[in-house]
């Protein structure tokens, strides 16, 4: 049950004014996006048009603690269809870096900026790929960009997860 | 000549460099110089669902290195497609270009970025790939996967049909191979779904295998390291899911296109792919 007395009505303002939320407030709830989702297509749990209801409605903590928010794939199958112009998937975005600044962030992301931190790629390159790459005839490429920490300590994403 | 900067991102130079180096071979092939971006790192994607203005920041990093040596970008992900051209049109902004100066970067040329596949379309064309083609691959069904950040958002790109895509279906056909026509062609692999939900990834991936199977394809032409993981890694895990028998190639297009144009299965890397492709091949030399 949507208990309307929990609403915050800050909460559309907060997601509309982000890049990417711009397009919220023009939502007429047609449900376009979702009869376009391939996620909902196999899975009915996750909704695009119910996630943007609810931010409408300021149902914030439905909205931010549920695991679908996480299921939107970013496909922008929902963006092409939207006939309100919205750019659905940047918006479903939005939402979801809000949600990280509201501290719920999945373990698998956090895992990614480690890495990243670390090495400025998701893989580590090993002397075993460099070998592999020399031997068929590939070019050497570099073990770690830490220039990529730079720009990630010269941003706010450090703080927002308490690093 | 045409002269590109090749960005090979996270997953392409550790985990597909069977792409890779068919992207190369045929470049070399078709006189596409592609020049190395030396300090290039992820493309930001990663962060985007957690800060998108610190993953655009990262990828305008890559973007800057491209523009110092004047080189118009390709790629071989979608992901990194899209992340890429997104900072590029954000580059244009003045609150974004901002930003990014007081990090210490700078883009002093103004650069494309497109899908390297995209760059053949475009650039090299049909007609001429026609006429690079020794080999033609008479006789195969391959089944097109374009993936989502090919050619979406249509914003970004502007490019090709979001609903009814083509231009790989093209590029399929001129290798000489039947290009097979399906519903749902601009559906998603799952990919970005598979750390969320393996088994709902694992059904998304299955829709298309199941259309495969159904058309009696003898491959899939993939164009995106993240599609090939659902369709050729985790093509075992949809056998079992479901239980059935898939046991088909997935084959990264410019290993295809490479075949045609007279490559050996070596210069393509077909001993890298996870699922075999004998009996193709097979019928290639009968
Ligand atoms: S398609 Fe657009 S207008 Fe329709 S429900 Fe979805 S976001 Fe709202
Ligand atoms: S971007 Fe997200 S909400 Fe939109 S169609 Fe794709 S999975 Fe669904």
Redesign the pocket.
């Known amino acids: 049950m949507i208990d309307l007395r929990k609403s915050d009505p800050q909460f559309k303002w907060e997601i509309a004014k982000r890049e990417g939320g711009e397009g919220l407030l023009k ?7 979702a009869a376009s989702c391939p996620v909902r297509y196999f899975d009915e749990r996750y909704n ?2 119910k996630i ?1 209801r609810f931010t409408l409605l300021g149902m914030k903590d439905i909205v931010l603690k549920s695991p679908f928010l996480w299921f939107c794939a970013h496909c922008h199958a ?1 963006t092409e ?4 112009g ?1 750019r ?1 998937a940047e918006l479903i975005n939005a939402i979801k870096n809000y949600a990280v600044e509201q501290g719920y962030c999945p373990d698998g992301y956090k895992m990614q900026l480690d890495l990243l931190m670390k090495m400025g790629r998701l893989y580590e390159v090993e002397d075993f790929d460099l070998k592999k790459r020399q031997r068929i005839g590939l070019p050497p490429i570099d073990k770690t960009i830490p220039e990529v920490a730079k720009i990630l300590e010269s941003t706010d994403i450090l703080k927002v997860l308490k690093k | 000549m045409n002269k590109y900067a090749i960005f090979l991102g996270c997953t392409v130079p550790v985990r597909a460099q069977h792409y890779e180096l068919s992207a190369r071979n045929v470049a070399k092939e078709l006189g596409i110089d592609l020049v190395e971006m030396s300090g290039a790192s992820c493309c930001g994607f990663p962060l985007k669902a957690v800060d998108a203005e610190t993953a655009l920041l990262v990828a305008a990093r890559n973007i800057s290195l491209a523009s110092k040596i004047k080189l118009d970008v390709v790629t071989l992900c979608n992901s990194c497609t899209a992340m890429l051209s997104d900072a590029q049109i954000q580059l244009n902004t003045e609150e974004f270009h901002s930003k990014f100066k007081k990090v210490g970067l700078s883009y002093p040329h103004e650069v494309r970025v497109r899908h390297f596949v995209r760059m053949l379309y475009e650039d090299i064309g049909i007609d001429k790939i026609g006429e690079a083609v020794k080999k033609p691959l008479n006789g195969l069904k391959i089944m097109p996967h374009y993936g989502c950040h090919y050619m979406r958002p249509s914003q970004l790109y502007g490019f090709d049909n979001t609903e009814t895509p083509h231009t790989l279906d093209e590029l399929v056909s001129v290798t000489g191979a039947e290009s097979v026509n399906y519903a749902d062609k601009k559906m998603c692999c799952g990919g970005s779904v598979l750390g969320v939900d393996e088994e709902l990834a694992i059904k998304m991936a299955n829709h298309k295998l199941s259309i495969a199977k159904e058309n009696g394809v003898d491959a899939i032409a993939s164009i995106c390291p993240f599609c090939t993981v659902m369709y050729e890694d985790n093509q075992r895990k949809a056998e079992a899911q479901f239980e059935t028998q898939y046991g088909i190639p997935v084959l990264y297009y410019p290993q295809l296109l490479g075949l045609s144009l007279g490559l050996d299965a070596n210069a393509v890397g077909l001993k890298f792919n996870r699922i075999k492709s004998d009996s193709m091949m097979e019928k290639l030399t009968r």
């Open positions: 939502c007429f709830g047609c449900s376009d996006c695009p048009r943007i929902c269809r939207c006939p309100q919205i659905v």
